[in-house]
């Protein structure tokens, strides 16, 4: 147990440095190529931190852990919207951009409804099933959603709609691109051993409690995998990189449902124990929830209050789950 725990705290070391290259690389990269924090928060960042999530993903399905897998994605779509938002938005209020409002979340609440109907449509005997022809549809529309996101971002550019945008990536980068690579590779680095020494170890610790393979999925490994998102978000917090912050959260989830799903079922068709459908409606009821205080609130933004209310929401969440 105590060497368990030990590597659990090496683990957060790993992930606090890898996510504070990470950060900084994304916003050079920004700043050098005159590219929105946003875009980089919705496609690198988005990548970089869901990495966890895609190596385990790959290892559980050949190894036909359905549960695992199924339950770690929803699972961290749910840590990310109620803890990871609620964590960032204590250190300073998070402010909503409108292209997250207008149009990210809602092709967020689409991807959950098409995996709700996916997931209940098709059956293998009495089980139902993900079938490796509904992991493509689900990839391909991971693919469409990041060529969709770079041409909304070409698009603003070119029409200068945001002038506000191009105002924040103005100032010269000094770094060089050799070493924004070498911060993001490094940072990534970190994020997936950080991850993996959390993740690994605190598997063990619950296995020797007793606790089954989708509990594990939708809170340990999910708050493991979402722990580079979590330090992500409370750096970017405190560098008032909001638009990062709420790209990569927004980014992430449409990842973790799209492509983690997806790549899971081609690998190997997925059982989908109807137990996870109650989950889904959780989290779409999440989503449309901080839709609306983004659209009906003046300031459209989650204060420390609301932040406060989203981590509580979360603990009686862990709670139900036990």
Known sequence: MLLEITFIIIGFIFLVKGADLLVSAATSIAKKFRLSEMLIGLTIVA????????????????????????????????????????????????????????????????????LLFLCNTQKLGEAQTITRGQGVILLLFTLAYIIYTIYEERKIKNEKIDEEIIKEVES??????????????????????????????????????????????????????????????????????????????????????????????VINPLIYSTNFNSSIIFLIAITVLLWLIATINKKSQINRSRGIVLIIIYIVYIFTML
């Not at 999925?217 to 992500?232: F, Q, R, V, W």
């Open 172 to 265: 010269k980068e000094k770094s060089s691109i050799v070493t924004i690579i070498i911060y993001l590779v490094l940072g990534i680095i970190g994020l997936k051993f950080g991850s993996d020494f959390v993740v690994d170890n605190s598997i063990i610790i619950a296995e020797n409690w007793g606790l089954s393979e989708k509990f594990i999925g939708m809170t340990i490994i999910a708050i493991g995998t979402a722990l580079p998102e979590i330090i992500t978000g409370i750096i970017a917090s405190r560098r008032d990189e909001t638009d990062l912050l709420l790209g990569n959260i927004t980014g992430s989830n449409i990842l973790n449902l799209c492509l983690l799903i997806g790549l899971g079922a």
């Open 47 to 114: 990548i970089g931190t869901s990495l966890p999530e895609i190596f385990i993903t790959i290892t559980s399905s050949a190894d036909g852990y359905s549960d695992l897998i199924i339950g770690n994605s929803i699972g961290s779509c749910i840590c990310n919207f109620l803890l990871v938002l609620g964590i960032a938005s204590l250190i300073k209020p998070v402010k909503f951009d409108k292209r997250i409002v207008k149009r990210h979340i809602p092709i967020g609440i689409i991807v959950m409804f098409l």
